[in-house]
């Protein structure tokens, strides 16, 4: 086969189009996945009617159990996102949670343990391994 100079640049050009295009399909698709927005997150002692109550950064020993309250809105496809539980920099638990359209709430919890007094961190993550949020408390007597 004769393949002339000006058709082999056309088919290089076409092909680099098609890459570009196809990059820029695959770049708005990612896009759409993170365009989701966290309203509100916060420490709470317990959830009620998917609410938190008694938010704080300190909470004593005796709660017995501490939660993870997290909303979102602008949820495009059911996605999750991860609440890493940090003890003194140590992971202690990580939670995966499902979000679904248009928007929702989600929390996840610990029981509290004697030992478990110190500074803690939940880390909040999306479905692509980046960080949304830190929230930073503390369990104490």
């Known amino acids: 086969m004769n393949i002339r100079p ?31 927005k966290l309203v509100r997150a916060v420490m709470c002692e317990s959830i009620d009617g998917f609410e938190p109550k008694f938010v704080s950064v300190a909470f004593s020993i005796n709660a017995g159990k501490i939660s993870c309250y997290t909303s ?35 929390y996840s ?15 909040i993550w999306d479905a692509r391994n980046q960080m949304i949020q830190t929230l930073r408390f503390s369990v104490t007597d």
């Open 6 to 36: 000006w058709m082999l640049s056309a088919i290089v050009l076409g092909c680099s189009l098609w890459t570009a295009v196809s990059g820029h399909a695959a770049e708005n698709s990612s896009d759409a996945e993170r365009a989701f």
């Open 72 to 106: 979102f809105e602008g949820i495009a496809d059911t996605t999750f996102v991860e609440h890493k539980w940090y003890l003194r920099d140590e992971l202690v638990t990580s939670k995966r949670l499902t979000l679904k359209t248009p928007r929702w709430a989600t």
């Open 109 to 123: 919890s610990i029981q509290l343990r004697e030992d478990d007094k110190g500074p803690w961190r939940v880390e």
